[in-house]
């Protein structure tokens, strides 16, 4: 009986703070991203968190623009925000296992699928994903890869999609090529 | 004479006895001399005529002095006697760009103006009014920019706003991306129940 309950707390102590981890855990690995690198045409890669995310909620919070002040209430839980986006020049040049790589990171246990549209036009594969601590969002992951184009968003802590969704476009930052192009090619609405 | 009676009184001298008889009179008895009778000083009188009346002096002279420089500035800026009613053509003083030889609710005024004319007195406390509400408003300018500064922000800051800002509007465009993914789904998929209908 004494042993019993050893083992029992033993396991507890082990695989409590260890369900505690993996569900916290929102950060996706981009390692394998490395090798779209040297195939892509165009690569944007940001990665936002720590000190650099500190900083930059200061002066979002301080800043005077209305937009600016919508975006400082979005994330003020935020942790960490990483981005990559990768546009190849030409349809199907990159190794397609590499994004199913990172989807399998998301099956794991505390994600939880919201989105997933496969649209054989362009060879569209859109999933997002997110995690909740509770009643807490804790993560956010956007996995979308096309013929020409991978893109992934990483969210650490909670944010507002919504506010996200109507900014999209707005923000007054330098435009990118990548941008333009990915809108040129999505198709109008039939 | 000898001189031995005035030095001791040995001997004898009929002239110092002459004189010694006459100014006898004055002779000192051995007591002391009576003081003489002074009057007490007059106590200040602390009443509260003497500082009011130094008071009123000093407020009087305050006034002069204000009134004096009143008199001496509008000529200095040239500012006209005339009261000027503010219009809607008046810009707002902007932070940095005041001077002094503006005053704020100055506007153009007709040649032909119905304005009257003030007395002196009226038109000095219409000046120093707007004097004071030129300084006013320059306090609140002051007060507006220290509350809302333009920020001026380092390199670093800039690096980290434009970076989070970017990341941002990446993952808003992706978003939308999604969203449009997902209405265009969800729009083909009720077209083909229709369809089916």
Same mark, same amino acid.
């Given at each position: 009986m004494k042993r019993t309950a050893k083992y029992l707390f033993a396991a507890l102590f082990v695989l409590l703070p260890l369900s505690a981890a993996m569900a916290q855990d929102a950060r996706l690995h981009f390692?394998?991203?490395?090798?779209l690198e040297s195939r892509a045409r165009d690569v944007v890669e940001v990665n936002v968190d720590g000190k650099l995310l500190d900083l930059a909620k200061r002066v979002t919070a301080k800043s005077g623009d209305a937009d600016a002040k919508k975006v400082a209430l979005a994330i003020d839980g935020l942790k960490g925000i990483y981005v990559r986006v990768y546009q190849f020049a030409? #349809?199907? #040049?990159?190794?397609?296992s590499i994004v199913d790589e990172i989807r399998t990171q998301l099956s794991a246990p505390g994600w939880e699928r919201v989105a997933n549209v496969r649209s054989k036009r362009n060879n569209q594969k859109v999933d997002v994903y997110t995690m909740f601590t509770g009643q807490v969002m804790s993560g956010v992951a956007v996995v979308i890869s096309e013929a020409k184009s991978v893109a992934l968003v990483n969210i650490i802590g909670p944010i507002d999609i919504d506010m996200l969704v109507q900014l999209g476009g707005k923000m007054n930052i330098p435009n990118i090529d990548i941008e333009r192009e990915l809108k040129n090619e999505i198709p109008p609405k039939e | 004479m000898k001189e031995d009676y005035l030095w001791d009184k040995t001997g004898e001298d009929a002239e110092i006895e002459r004189l010694e008889n006459v100014l006898s009179v004055f002779r000192h008895q051995g007591s002391e001399a009576p003081m003489p009778s002074v009057a007490p000083l007059p106590e200040p009188k602390r009443g509260w005529f003497f500082p009011l009346r130094f008071a009123f002096a000093a407020g009087f002279a305050a006034v002069l002095v204000t009134l004096a420089a009143f008199l001496i500035m509008p000529n200095r800026n040239a500012v006209p006697v005339a009261s000027v009613e503010p219009s809607g053509m008046a810009e707002p003083p902007v932070a940095g760009q005041f001077t002094n030889e503006a005053p704020i609710t100055r506007t153009d005024v007709p040649?032909?103006?119905?304005?009257a004319v003030q007395r002196p007195e009226a038109a000095r406390s219409v000046r120093a009014e707007k004097i004071v509400a030129r300084n006013e408003s320059i306090k609140a300018v002051r007060r507006t920019a220290k509350r809302h500064p333009s920020p001026a922000l380092t390199a670093e800051e800039k690096h980290a706003y434009q970076q989070l800002m970017l990341a941002l509007s990446i993952t808003g465009s992706k978003l939308k991306i999604v969203k449009d993914a997902v209405n265009g789904t969800d729009a083909a998929s009720e077209d083909l129940k229709k369809s089916i209908r």
């Open positions: 390692e394998r991203l490395n090798a030409n #349809e199907n #040049e990159y190794d397609v | 040649d032909n103006s119905a304005v």
